[in-house]
């Protein structure tokens, strides 16, 4: 078991209820990571699902949790032949924290060999990556930023989209990422979670700074994925009073189109 | 009042309790149409909200309804200065067959003249439409088709993305059309609701036929509409196993981005 899949455990309690906790090496700052919280609810959600893949999560983060024990309640909404839909929320004494309903359905297991099933088609990726050896990392960020996370995952950036760090942001929503765990971790459902909330805000491409809370998230699991890195291809089509979207693409080591998120936020204050 | 907007009331009982009527102005064969249903939720949950307007929706959808009456069960998850979090259910005998998310907020009324807020940023559109003159109707449904949704807005497509319907389809995902309502309406968050979810299936232009029944639908509303005709713009990313998703992004008569949608559907069987 990997740190990633012992920090997203579930424990079934009962027919609702699950027992997890939130681990302190997904903090940033005063904040627990959003998309490693959505990973742990999961966990969850499929646990109690007749069916395997979270093929659709739509999250409402709702306030900051504190680390350590909490609970995620499933409620199965409506169980089918082909999906299920749970709603699940995270609690901590008594008050959620994080919502969502989940769509549960099962996905093929990845077979670079397979036939299409059905009618097929897939767009271009929405951007090309440059070789991964002409990317770059973040600078390590100072301890007593608590950013824990940052050593969870490797984030292999291609330049001009961090260009912000050195007052030189391109000046439009983007970020453009390789992806992998620290650890040796092929990536599966949970980490595609973690990745589709893994980039810097869209927003700091184009001049804005701080904290961006995240409002509503939806993302889609598409296909499981090759093993190997990811590639994560994010942009933004608007921003205006104080809110702004980001869309995010993530394409496995074969190409494949594998999961899509869109995010609205809130721009940061200062 | 419109007919629209009559179609649409939602009236309150109690605090967490709306009575409402589905009418069969808006029926696609055995259907009834998802983003009509959406605003007539919409109704409710903006009536209950000490904010305005609906800046993102995460609708499941679980059944189909019947025409007549339903309740919409509001639950009031957060409540703070800048945003409001509910969950609403539509239910007919007990049963529900619609559940969402709604984050509500308040928006700044459209005003030509306005100076921005903050921090603006805005993508081209993602596509150019040719004049409306050059724009086509779909043909008249056959009565027995029951689709009398199609009387009560205008739609006129980009002549290619409906090349589908003489055996021209253009062979990936799209669907581009002016949209207006039948009657004298101009557009409002309810309105838009509609829109979202307005066009054919963006597979008909791959190839597909047949009902694509929505799974999920997120929605965000970016700005209050100018008066005037909107342009639906639509596509999708990705058709495989069965599922596909479907983006559109609704601008304004005066080509700002009002509203961006996106949705997992199934592939209609046959």
Redesign the interface.
């Given at each position: 078991m990997t740190k990633f899949d012992d920090a997203t455990q579930a424990i079934r309690v009962d027919d609702t209820t699950y027992d997890v906790c939130l681990d302190a090496a997904y903090t940033m700052g005063a904040a627990i990571h959003g998309g490693y919280l959505m990973a742990v609810m999961l966990r969850a959600v499929v646990d109690d699902s007749p069916h395997e893949h979270p093929?659709?999560t739509?999250a409402?983060f709702?306030?900051v949790p504190k680390l350590g024990p909490a609970t995620v309640r499933v409620d199965r909404?409506?169980s089918g032949r082909?999906?299920t839909?749970t709603?699940a929320t995270m609690v901590q004494d008594d008050t959620?924290f994080l919502?969502a309903?989940v769509?549960t359905a099962t996905?093929?297991p990845y077979d670079p060999g397979a036939e299409?099933?059905?009618?097929?088609?897939?767009?271009p990726a929405r951007a090309t990556m440059p070789p991964i050896e002409e990317c770059r990392a973040l600078p390590a960020p100072k301890p007593e930023s608590n950013m824990a996370l940052n050593a969870q995952m490797e984030l292999l950036f291609d330049p001009p989209t961090i260009g912000w760090l050195t007052g030189e942001p391109t000046g439009?929503?983007e970020s453009r990422a390789y992806f992998r765990m620290a650890e040796p971790q092929d990536p599966d459902p949970f980490v595609l979670a973690l990745a589709v909330d893994a980039l810097p805000p869209v927003?700091f491409s184009?001049?804005?700074r701080g904290w961006a809370p995240t409002?509503?998230l939806?993302w889609?699991l598409?296909?499981l994925p090759a093993p190997g890195p990811l590639v994560l291809i994010a942009?933004?089509?608007?921003?205006?009073?104080?809110?702004f979207?980001e869309n995010v693409?993530v394409r496995d080591s074969a190409g494949r189109?594998v999961a899509?998120s869109?995010q609205?936020a809130?721009?940061g204050r200062g």
């Open positions: 093929v659709a739509s409402q709702l306030r909404i409506k082909t999906t839909v709603r959620p919502t309903f769509t996905l093929r299409p099933d059905g009618l097929t088609w897939e767009a439009r929503p927003v184009a001049g804005a409002v509503e939806t889609y598409r296909a942009d933004g089509d608007l921003i205006a009073e104080g809110w979207d693409e189109l899509q869109r609205l809130r721009l």
